[in-house]
Nanobody
Framework: VQLQASGGGLVQAGESLKLSCAAAGGTTFIFNTLDWYRQTPGNQRELVAAITSRGNIRYADSVKGRFTISRGVVKRTGYLQMNDLKPEDTAVYYC??????????????WGQGTLVTVSS
C-alpha cells in the first residue's frame, strides 16, 4: 500500500501546521505503528516522532513540547501536529507505518513526503 503524506506548506516561524498520513486511493489501512521522519538536502533521514502499536510515544529532542504525533480515532489516519515552528524544522517530512488492510497486515510502508518550509 502507498501512504500519502499531506499538509506541508510555507509558514512563518512560530506558526503551526498539521501533517496527515493515510493510504492513497482510499485503500483501507489501519495504523499499528506510525513514524514521522524528516530530511534536508545532504542529510540522512531523521526520526522526528514515533508511536507504537501500544500507544507509546517518543520524540526527537529538537521537537519535544512542540510536535504531537497521533492516530485517528479509528486509526485510519496518522497525524503530526507541529506548533511553534522554527526555520530549522524546514524539511521534507515522511510518514512510515506498519498496519493492516482488509485481510492482511504488513510492515514498513512509506509516504512520498511533504515539504515544510518555515521562514524566519
Amino acid at each position: 500500500v502507498q501512504l500519502q503524506a499531506s499538509g506541508g506548506g510555507l509558514v512563518q516561524a512560530g506558526e503551526s501546521l498539521k501533517l496527515s498520513c493515510a493510504a492513497a486511493g482510499g485503500t483501507t489501512f489501519i495504523f499499528n505503528t506510525l513514524d514521522w521522519y524528516r530530511q534536508t538536502p545532504g542529510n540522512q533521514r531523521e526520526l522526528v516522532a514515533a508511536i507504537t502499536s501500544r500507544g507509546n510515544i517518543r520524540y526527537a529532542d529538537s521537537v519535544k513540547g512542540r510536535f504531537t504525533i497521533s492516530r485517528g480515532v479509528v486509526k485510519r489516519t496518522g497525524y503530526l501536529q507541529m506548533n511553534d515552528l522554527k526555520p530549522e524544522d524546514t524539511a521534507v517530512y515522511y510518514c512510515r507505518a506498519d498496519g493492516c488492510g482488509s485481510g492482511w497486515c504488513g510492515n514498513d510502508f512509506w509516504g512520498q513526503g511533504t515539504l515544510v518550509t518555515v521562514s524566519s
